[in-house]
């Protein structure tokens, strides 16, 4: 079993800032990569930013120079710095891990349940 979860959601103020954290545990062998993707109200999802194995970062355009994904291996952590944040990046947001469990072969993905972010005044 692999789980990934999200924390660090809530409300901000308009050019405030949060920190997002994605934690992945169970019988994991190794990540190769996560992203971050968001969701608002009738709206698709979306990549925000993503993080690859080799340490390769991108960013949707939309939040260039403002968001920082990072990661700390050694707790399988990745966290996403926002800063300036705008009520246009109102939205749910999702973890999203590839995963090599070590139970089964094979590259997986896995899913968080989504933190909300609200930015208003």
């Known amino acids: 079993q692999v789980h990934v979860v999200e924390s660090g959601g809530g409300l901000v103020q308009p050019g405030g800032s949060l920190r997002l954290s994605c934690v992945a545990s169970?019988?994991?062998?190794?990540?190769?990569?996560v992203d971050w993707y968001r969701q608002a109200p009738g709206r698709e999802r979306e990549l925000v930013a993503g993080l690859g194995s080799g340490g390769i970062t991108n960013y949707a355009d939309s939040v260039k120079g403002r968001f920082t994904i990072s990661r700390d291996n050694a707790k399988n952590t990745v966290s996403l710095q926002m800063n300036s944040l705008k009520p246009e990046d109102t939205a749910v947001y999702y973890c999203?891990?590839?995963?090599?469990?070590?139970?089964?072969?094979?590259?997986?993905?896995?899913w968080g349940q989504g933190t909300q972010v609200t930015v208003s005044s």
């Open positions: 169970g019988s994991i062998f190794s990540i190769n990569a």
């Open positions: 999203h891990a590839k995963v090599i469990p070590t139970s089964i072969s094979g590259l997986f993905d896995y």
